[in-house]
């Protein structure tokens, strides 16, 4: 009846009229997977148009990239010592120079970054969904549900990550997987309160309150609807996370709790390094650039995520 | 009523607003054009048709995707069209006030209403927090709030629809503007808290000479209250008249949408449903009763 | 049906309700001893003042509030205060708000099929056709987000929400003060259609007259959080009140609508 009859003012724009790009522009998706295509494709537009979104995923992608690749693109053997060409500036034989034990930097920072991604990604994955559902889970059932997760996580968040980080290495044993699960069980309380935040004010609005007249289940609602309404800010919650997640993992590493000493794990790189970064800068330095731009690459594609996920956000 | 308008405060002239996505490109307004003096001016039509949109555009506050585009858009003697979003923000704050359609969205839901009206106050006012309570509590009873003391330390989900709406028309009528956008402010309100906000803001036109343009689609309401009828439909205003004239008037829109009320003085089954006509989309225009 | 015979029991009895909110120091009575019947097939409504108590009665008895004084039953079995799915799947609310009553994130489609998922329906897609079109929404709104609506249109999506699983009763809260005045000639129609064809129970809030007189049989005027009297549509149509204060707050109406307009014929 009415909306049909005022359909018309749409004007229709020169627009390829066969093949994907039509079947994505088409003014009336036909299925829900259309639907959800199309919206795909209107995030990856408003992505691309976001220049430092854009940024930080290039270099991130560059980065899998690199470190996928690391065996053909490194130059050197990465545990090689050599003693003759140690603490060598940056040169054409050793692009990013060598550290105090003649192994190629430039060669190591390769496979460091698989480690490195290998770390953050690992840590992320088990992160947030457990600070997700913890927080949801609180925020929504509030009572003594709340008190007692809430109270667990004020447990957490009274000791600094690295210390408690250091305490459950300490009881798992020493290793680059029980680093990731040490820094994940120091990591996720943040999250469970901001997204206890959210969900505190998403659970009084009409739409929750609709969907509990449908006779939704508790899980249903914390799954279904409350959740999606946090994920931004979870997403962007943690990728602020990822470069105290990098530097945690440097200073268990710098400690003989994380990775160990020959493997090329940046942050133990850059620990080793500081003894000469008065004479030789660059074995602490390119380390150290390296853990910024990562960091800085996740930070600005998770504010831009932010926009993007947001479908008000026109 | 129609007095000789010397210098309105709001000169618009084929005002477009295109939304434009991959998908559909779409004009919620279609070469609108009005003027607006320090007088009641009602914006009435279906939704959909584009009211609150052309309402947001005079402050540039249409969503991202859409683009605006006019002849001319000008607030006095300032050109909104090349105003910077630097000058919107300070005309925002302090020139013309928009109360939205939407009342509780736009309160923040984490702070009581007390302290967000404070908080308001205190931004274009320079006084005492002290002070600025007692102007705050004043406001509300003002807007015929029964219990403003309660009603201070209220979270916004707490209050009802009615005094959500009475508390956005509150704060809206702090920094004392020079026009206000009304968008729907009184379809939460029953008639007599509706007359008596409706009389508050009549007398700021009649004694301030705030100018007001009140967007509805209650047209007993806009023909009682405001000066002047803008008709919208599909993105047009297809007549614009004086609010008395409102009863004769000449598109067969702005007819069907009189016969839709359901009326207390006569019983009906089935209320009538406007049936449009796809030729009014671009069809001819009323201005003051004759064809324009 | 069990007996042909008009029932003489209501459907949905609410026996000296009264509900407060605030801290135990400081409670605040919004909704005071307050009864009322309504039988199956009827439509009552609920008028009175903003503030004054209407929207909270309805959020209790839809179940979203358990923290009430008094009883309400439903076919003569006072209702848990936690109510239960096949509650939820007898009687459906329309909220007063259409911008916060649809969740941002999901398109019309997800909103729609959400119901039926719960409710284990069949022939998600065709209830779904069908639904929007019930409320006069095309195809093309199917699949888009509630940003991209405007507030009527929103409104009937809400609408189609509590229709989709087939209801006995609704639970209106001003379900058109949000809508233009040919949305609501529509909303109103449908509403009134629906009502004969499924034998729909409604309890309305609004407090637009005419719409309380045009929809309900009956209707409770309160005040305070208090039903000082009950109403017949003609009575409401009449301004005939027994109380002073009914008569007052129909009189403004009446008024309202005189200096508007008169409809030429
Ligand atoms: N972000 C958007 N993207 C696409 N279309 C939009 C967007 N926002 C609004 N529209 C469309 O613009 C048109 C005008 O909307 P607007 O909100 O101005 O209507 P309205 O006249 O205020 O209606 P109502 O009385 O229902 O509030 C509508 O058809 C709506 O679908
Ligand atoms: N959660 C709450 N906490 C405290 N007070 C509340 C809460 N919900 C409602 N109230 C109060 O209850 C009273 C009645 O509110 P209600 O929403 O029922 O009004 P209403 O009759 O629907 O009015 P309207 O026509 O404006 O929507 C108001 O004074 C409101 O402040
Ligand atoms: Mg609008
Ligand atoms: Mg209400």
New interface residues.
């Given amino acids: ?4 009859a005022i ?1 018309s003012p749409a004007i229709p724009t020169a627009q390829p009229t066969a093949g994907l790009g039509a079947w994505l522009r088409a ?3 036909t299925s ?1 997977f ?2 959800r295509m ?1 919206q795909f494709w209107l995030q990856w537009r408003r992505l691309r148009a976001n220049g430092s979104a854009l940024f930080g995923l290039c270099v991130i992608v560059f980065l899998l990239i690199a470190a996928t690749f690391a065996p053909l693109l490194a130059t050197h053997d990465i545990f090689e010592q050599n003693l003759a060409t140690r603490l060598l500036a940056p040169s054409t034989e050793h692009w990013l120079g060598t550290d105090e034990l003649g192994r190629d930097v430039y060669s190591r920072l390769l496979f460091g970054a698989r480690i490195t991604l290998y770390i953050a990604l690992l840590t992320t994955v088990i992160v947030a969904p457990i600070g997700l559902i913890v927080g949801t889970t609180a925020g929504y059932l509030g009572g003594w549900v709340d008190t007692v997760l809430m109270r667990i996580v004020d447990v957490f968040l009274a000791f600094p990550n690295l210390i408690l980080a250091l305490a459950f290495v300490a009881a798992l044993g020493p290793g680059i997987e029980n680093a990731i699960i040490a820094i994940s069980l120091a990591s996720w309380p943040p999250i469970a309160r901001l997204a206890r935040a959210e969900t505190l004010t998403i659970r009084k ?3 929750i ?8 289940s508790s899980l ?1 609602i914390i799954f ?2 409350i959740m ?2 946090c994920i931004p800010s979870v997403v962007v919650r943690v990728t602020l996370n990822m470069a105290a997640i990098i530097l945690t993992a440097a200073g268990l590493g710098f400690l003989g709790l994380g990775a160990q000493p020959p493997s090329p794990e940046w942050g133990t790189m850059l620990s080793s390094g500081r003894e000469f970064v008065m004479t030789s800068w660059w074995i602490a330095a390119i380390p150290g650039t390296a853990i910024l731009i990562t960091s800085l690459a996740f930070n600005l594609l998770g504010d831009g995520l932010r926009d993007v996920l947001d ?2 956000h ?1 | 009523m129609d007095k000789p308008l010397v210098k309105p405060l709001i000169d618009v002239k084929d005002l477009t607003i295109r939304f434009e996505t991959p998908q559909r490109t779409f004009d919620a307004a279609r070469g609108v054009s009005f003027t607006i003096g320090r007088e009641k001016v009602g914006i ?6 584009g009211k ?1 949109q052309t309402g947001r555009a005079l402050l540039k506050l249409t ?1 991202k995707v859409a683009t605006i585009s006019a002849g001319h858009m000008r607030f006095k003697d300032t050109d909104l069209l090349a105003a910077s979003e630097r000058d919107m923000r300070k005309i925002r704050g302090n020139h013309i006030s928009m109360i939205l ?2 009342p ?2 736009s309160l923040n839901p984490l702070m009581r209403i007390g302290q967000q009206i404070v908080e308001a106050y205190r931004l274009h006012h320079r006084s005492p927090k002290a002070e600025a309570r007692e102007k705050a509590l004043a406001m509300l009873e003002s807007v015929q ?2 219990d403003p003391e ?1 009603v201070f330390t209220l979270f916004p989900h ?6 959500g709406q ?1 508390i956005m028309i509150a704060m809206m009528l702090i920094p004392e503007p020079d026009l206000i956008i009304a968008d ?1 402010p009184t ?9 008596q906000v409706l009389t508050i803001l009549d007398e700021l036109v009649t004694r301030r000479g705030t100018g007001l343009m009140f967007i509805s ?5 806009v ?2 209250f405001c000066d002047r009828v803008l008709v919208m439909y599909a993105g047009r205003i297809m007549e614009d008249l004086p609010a008395k004239e ?3 008037a000449q598109h067969p829109y702005t ?11 006569a ?8 049936v449009r006509d796809p030729s009014w989309l671009d069809g001819p225009v009323y201005r003051n009763g004759v064809l324009a | 049906m069990k007996s042909p015979m008009k029932p003489t029991r209501p459907l949905i009895e609410a026996i000296g309700l009264s509900i407060s ?1 605030g801290p135990l120091h400081a409670r ?1 009575r919004v909704v005071d001893d307050v009864s009322f019947r309504i039988n199956k097939g009827e439509a009552y409504g609920l ?5 004054c108590g209407k ?2 009665i309805l ?1 209790v008895l ?3 509030n358990g923290d009430y004084e008094g009883a309400l039953t439903l076919n003569d079995r006072e209702l848990p205060k936690k109510r239960d ?1 096949d ?3 007898r009687a ?2 329309v ?3 259409p ?9 019309v ?2 909103v729609l099929s ?2 039926l998922k ?2 284990g329906f069949d022939r998600h897609s065709e209830r779904i056709a069908e639904t929007l079109d019930a409320v ?8 888009r ?1 509630p ?1 991209e ?5 929103r409104q009937r999506v ?1 609408i189609a ?1 509590a229709l989709i ?1 087939e209801p006995e009763i609704l639970l209106l809260d ?1 379900p058109t ?10 909303i ?2 449908l509403l ?1 259609r629906l009502r004969v064809e499924r034998n729909l129970t409604y309890l309305m809030v609004s ?5 309380i ?2 929809i309900c049989e009956r209707a409770g005027m309160m005040f305070k959080g208090r039903i000082i009297e009950e109403l017949t ?1 003609q009575q ?2 009449k301004s005939e009140a027994r109380e002073d204060y009914t008569r ?2 129909l009189q ?3 008024e ?2 005189e ?6 014929a």
Avoid: C
């Fill in positions: 009846m009415t909306d049909k359909t003014p009336v998706p829900p259309h639907a199309q609005s009409d739409y309150a609709a969907v509990r007249l449908q006779g939704a249903r279904g609807h999606p309404m479908p008000r026109g | 009435v039509g279906e939704s959909g048709s609150s969503p359609q939407d509780k969205y709030i029964r309660r707490e209050v009802s629809g009615g005094m009475r729907e379809s939460a309100l029953d008639v007599t808290v509706r007359r689609h209650d047209l007993n309401l023909a009682g409102l009863p004769k007819q069907a949408l009189l016969q839709s009320l359901p009326r207390l003085d019983e009906t089954e089935e209320l009538k449903v406007p | 909110f605040n008028i009175g003042e903003s503030g929207s909270t959020r839809s179940g979203l799915k509650f939820f799947r459906q609310m909220f007063q708000d911008y916060g009553s649809l969740h941002p994130r999901k398109i489609e997800k959400e119901p719960i409710h006069g929404l095309g195809a093309s709104f199917r699949y987000y940003h609506l405007s507030g009527g249109q809400a929400r699983i001003e003060s949000a809508l233009d005045v040919s949305v609501q000639a529509e109103l129609n009134k407090h637009d007259l005419a719409v007189a045009h549509s409401i149509r007052e707050f403004a109406s009446v309202a609508v200096r508007g307009p008169e409809v030429a």
